[in-house]
């Protein structure tokens, strides 16, 4: 157990507020919204180049600072990781490696040397996920026969079925449906010899299990008939689905996967650069580059509807009135972007009334309960948002799911079976519940009236998921800190004593993993499964992001005056800038345990702010 002695700080944590609120303001955009980059990892510039070379698109000077870019992001054993200062990744570096050599850099350039034998050593090209090999397949670098197969007459499939694209999460389905009219196509674009890395070692697949083996000689028997019944009635649906659900800004979803899949599958369809879905997706995409001049990086994503819900969230908490222009701006925003359209979400829930916000900028086929939550939080608190409000709260008690948790976007979404499905390798292909969305949604719901039973039931599956260490897991943030101080403030809202033993057994457990320093940290490596991941359990550097969150939850227990609180809050204050803002390298938000981390810009001081304000409404109350 880590000892924090209490001494005394060089600033108030008064002043440390004021400070951070003046900053927090000064970064909000002119439109009221606050959206800072969401930061992932080099796979993203790869693919990006491997997305303009197939469709004839890539230029040298596109070419020159995405390459600078993954330069800049290699260890420094020749390797890439997909999180900072992360272990070597084979996915990333396979993809790195493929895409520098695809734009011209010798197979025998010493940069590329030792990621060749990492590379090898892990057992080649073979043993990366099946998104790696679908990329290399694009440009003859892997076989498309050896990739698994998914058929196009998947969405054929009603949502009733024993498999529909429906049992896959959101940002699932809207890949696979382009992947599989990629498949059927299996498209090359050759490379010239001196730009294909074939000196790689092949490798092979890792063995399949019983029911991949199944499926895939299923599968590939349906594909080997000449006659194929249902397969351009198929093929014609899925271009039409993903047409429907392109959005108004041209992405789909407002994410990356899909988005560079379907432009992909609407160019085997025969769309070229004149197609108005293709064009509009295209236009759209450049809005995601960032793009300093000498390097060049996309987006995986983009998180105005989140980043401002946080802002909002903590200005509040901080002492921010209801008249001040930032928040009046930023509420104004956000109600101008309040979905009102019915979504994929909708296929299990008909008699839903749409409601809520969106992650992104466009995304109105999957309103997020996550941001919907947060949201209607900040708004609740901040005594505005009306019959939007309402609305979004109806909406949030329809989507619990059967065991009473809350999910992202979906309700019992949970076909855990999928993940035998060979091709389902490349991270997340569900959404089930998970503690943190349920904490947020039971967090707002417990302070409106007539949700009363809903609250019971998310509460009793929060008590539930508790480990036995008394932490809760994260499933959107890094990690178990994450969760725990999610879970925390939802227990208080909902009216769970403070003595409660669940609450006492959370409270020991982020005494026990707090710094020296005073601060809270966990590292990414606390999502692998097993063993390798204990060492890191609650474990790592501090940071801003991750001692707020332990700080929200020491405070929501009642521990304000604690030593450990103290410690938390003068980290904190003794980390922060002169400009009022702090620093966070590291990687502290979650797409998918495991495969795939973010880094938000704005964590960094979103998240001391509110918990600095909520810390000190608890000592002055």
């Excluded at 594909?223 to 041209?250: H, K, T």
């Excluded at 109105?364 to 609740?380: M, S």
Aim: glycine letters at 10%; charged letters at 25%.
């Amino acid at each position: 157990m880590s000892v924090v002695e209490a001494r005394p700080v060089t600033r108030s944590v008064e002043e440390c507020l004021e400070a951070a609120l003046e900053r927090l303001f000064e970064l909000q955009e002119p439109g009221g919204w606050w959206c800072g980059e969401l930061e992932s990892n080099v796979t993203m510039t790869a693919q990006h180049l491997f997305l303009l070379e197939f469709l004839g698109l890539r230029d040298e000077d596109t070419t020159r600072r995405c390459v600078n870019e993954l330069l800049a992001r290699q260890r420094e054993d020749g390797t890439w990781a997909i999180y900072w200062d992360g272990e070597p990744d084979l996915a990333a570096t396979v993809e790195a490696y493929a895409a520098l050599r695809m734009v011209g850099l010798s197979a025998d350039d010493a940069r590329l040397t030792e990621a060749r034998r990492f590379i090898e050593d892990r057992g080649g090209i073979g043993a990366a996920r099946v998104f790696t090999r679908i990329w290399l397949a694009l440009f003859g670098l892997w076989p498309w026969e050896e990739i698994q197969l998914l058929p196009p007459e998947l969405v054929l499939l009603r949502s009733w079925m024993p498999v529909s694209v429906y049992h896959f999460s959101c940002w699932a389905r809207q890949t696979v449906v382009p992947l599989t009219v990629v498949m059927h196509y299996r498209p090359v674009r050759a490379l010239s010899p001196d730009r294909a890395c074939h000196e790689i070692d092949l490798g092979v697949v890792p063995r399949k299990n019983t029911l991949g083996k199944v499926s895939d000689r299923l599968l590939a028997a349906y594909a080997g008939q000449p006659f194929q019944p249902g397969r351009e009635r198929a093929l014609a649906v899925a271009e039409r689905w993903i047409i429907e659900r392109q959005e108004l800004d041209g992405s789909w979803g407002g994410i990356q996967p899909p988005w560079v899949w379907s432009l992909i599958a609407l160019a085997c369809r025969g769309h070229g650069h004149d197609s108005p879905y293709l064009s509009r997706g295209l236009a759209g995409w450049k809005r995601f580059l960032v793009d300093d001049g000498f390097r060049l990086r996309p987006e995986a994503c983009q998180s105005p509807v989140w980043d401002t819900a946080l802002a909002l969230l903590g200005a509040e908490a901080a002492g921010a009135s209801v008249e001040h222009q930032g928040v009046r701006q930023g509420v104004e925003w956000v109600l101008q972007e309040e979905i009102r359209e019915r979504g994929d979400w909708s296929v299990r829930l008909p008699g839903a009334e749409p409601a809520g916000w969106a992650f992104e900028y466009d995304n109105d086929l999957y309103p997020d309960v996550d941001d919907v939550a947060v949201l209607g939080l900040a708004l609740h608190e901040l005594g505005m948002g009306g019959g939007a409000l309402d609305r979004a709260c109806r909406w949030l008690a329809a989507m619990q799911s059967s065991d009473d948790g809350w999910a992202a976007f979906d309700v019992d979404n949970t076909a855990y079976w999928l993940y035998r499905i060979p091709f389902c390798d490349f991270g997340a292909v569900i959404d089930p519940p998970s503690v943190d969305v349920t904490a947020h949604v039971v967090e707002l719901l417990a302070r409106r009236p007539g949700y009363e039973d809903a609250v019971r039931r998310g509460v009793g599956y929060l008590l539930a998921k508790q480990e036995r260490d008394g932490s809760w897991f994260g499933r959107w943030g890094v990690n178990y800190v994450y969760g725990t101080g999610a879970a925390l403030p939802a227990l208080a809202a909902a009216g769970v004593p403070r003595m409660h033993p669940a609450i006492r057994r959370a409270v020991a457990w982020l005494v026990s993993v707090q710094n020296e320093d005073g601060g809270f940290g966990e590292d990414c490596r606390s999502y692998e499964a097993g063993e390798a991941g204990l060492p890191w359990h609650g474990h790592g550097v501090s940071t801003p992001s991750q001692t707020a969150w332990a700080l929200i939850g020491l405070v929501a227990a009642g521990e304000e005056h604690s030593d450990s609180a103290a410690g938390a809050a003068r980290w904190l204050v003794e980390q922060q800038g002169d400009d009022g803002d702090w620093d966070e390298e590291y990687f502290t938000g979650t797409g998918f345990p495991r495969d795939f981390l973010i880094r938000y810009h704005l964590y960094r001081i979103v998240w001391p702010v509110l918990a600095l304000g909520r810390l000190r409404r608890a000592r002055v109350g």
